[in-house]
């Protein structure tokens, strides 16, 4: 159905932001007959939906319907309950868990009708897979597709990277040196690549193909209005009622009116240092959009929204920004044997396999997140191992330069060069030693999920997350609190609706994603915790609103 014609700047549902929230509410809308504008606070479109792993997780889905795997609605909300809790405020109601996993095949079976293609990422578990409830191949993105097909578009696209990468492909990749299974995907990755670039295809993945996907279906096919380098000034209330926005577009102010409602779905507050100082106690070192300030967020609560989870983010470790780049989120590579995370004593604190979220966690307990903490490598991991971040010899010349990774011969080099007493670390590496000798981590546990296993290496025995910190030369990388992006917001209710203190409905008023608080509360059940509620709940809200 072809999106109806707006009166001049009046259209039937206005959306801010352009990532998964954001264009999952635009595709309900054209998918509904109503007519909709899409509006962006910078100058790149796809927020940090574009930058990420593209990864949703969808939960008792089709395609894990249609490939015979085994889920249900009865254990998808069981896990949450189980990892999630059910003492997190009105963002995680047992109310909204259900409309979430209610919510997964409209959005998959809609988005196939507008033509997008997805795949299972069939070995990635839960985050907490023992728990009750827990399953391996929840998690479904976007298949890499040719961005050519964004036209003019492609220019404008955050983070823009011909890379046709998969989930699936990141934990083989990984160990694509050391491991028969590593090095074919390896080889399969090179293949697409250079079959893109044979074919004039210019194919991307991950985050790059959901924006890529969904944009093309909505703005490039259905001729959805965008508007690029618009930030939102204020919302419009008549009588009560939500009723539209003000932006300021091409340097003047403009009212943009909403018959049936706004969808703030504009990220959180990452980017916002007085804002992450007053709720977090820190600058942050945020991985996404850095055109996330919380102006969605500070304008709904102008008009009295509820808010929470404010203190929350997507946590996990980066490592630390060299001068004149950005922090590096990392996950496999702390994970993989013949490695070790400590803070600022030389001390253990955590499993450094463990869910990114639980180890940003164990960060902000050990010392609020002030760190440093160093990820130590020795020479069998070096070798072994494929490292995102030491991928471009200029990051890696900057780093060494400003500190951040540190080489040595002897432990005790890397202590001093470090700054960590030296008998303290061998103190701590001659404990995870024998750790990793036995197959049990005594401390922490590294190995003992699947989660953690899934990282690994399936040579290494008797456990493939650990491997005995001997062989030098050794390196040492500094690493510090980061995130994915803020995760509180908005209070909004199974359909998005915006909340009042009193639960109260404001009437036209809705949000989903980073700028809404998450449904799931303060932990990460599995791969995709971000953009599969984002875009559930923003079609959720988009069905709303055609109701009227």
Known sequence: MAPKVPQENTYDVVVVGTGAAG????????????????????????????????????????????????????EALTYMEASIGDDVGLASTRARKEAFVDGV??????????GVTFARATDYPDYYPELPGGKIGRSIEVKPLSSKILGPWWDTLRNALPLPAMTNDVWLLGRSWSTPSGMVRGVQVVSRVLGGVVTGRRLV????AWATAFCHAVVVRKGVPLWLSSPLEE???DDGRVVGIRVRRDGQPM??????????AGGGFEGNKDWRQKYHGIDGAPSGNPGNLGVPIAAAQELGVAVELMDEAWWGASIAAPPGGGPMFIVG?????????????G???ANESESYVDLGHHMLAQDGGAGPYWLILEARHVRRYFRTFAMDPRAVKAMRAAGIEVRARTLDELSRAIEVEPARLRATVARFNGFARSGVDGDHGRGNSAYDRYYGDPTVHPNPNLGPIEKGPFVAYRVVLGDLGTKGGVVTDPDGRALREDGTVVPGLYSAGNSSASVMGRTYPGPGSTIGPAAVFGLRA???????
């Open 23 to 74: 264009f999952a509410t635009a595709m309900g809308a054209v998918d509904e007959g109503l007519s909709v504008l899409m509006v962006e606070s910078t100058d790149k479109w796809g927020g940090s939906t574009a930058m990420s792993g593209g990864g949703m997780w969808l939960p008792n889905n089709p395609l894990m319907t249609r490939a015979g795997v085994g889920d249900s609605r009865a």
């Open 105 to 114: 095949d409209d959005f998959v079976l809609t988005a196939e009708k507008f």
């Open 205 to 208: 993945g991950i985050g790059n």
């Open 235 to 237: 919302l419009l209330v």
């Open 255 to 264: 009212t943009v009116r909403a018959t049936r409602g706004v969808m703030l």
């Open 333 to 345: 590579e702390r994970s993989m044997p013949y490695s070790i995370m400590v803070d600022a004593r």
């Open 347 to 349: 001390d253990r604190f």
């Open 542 to 548: 988009a069905r709303h609103m055609a109701k009227g």
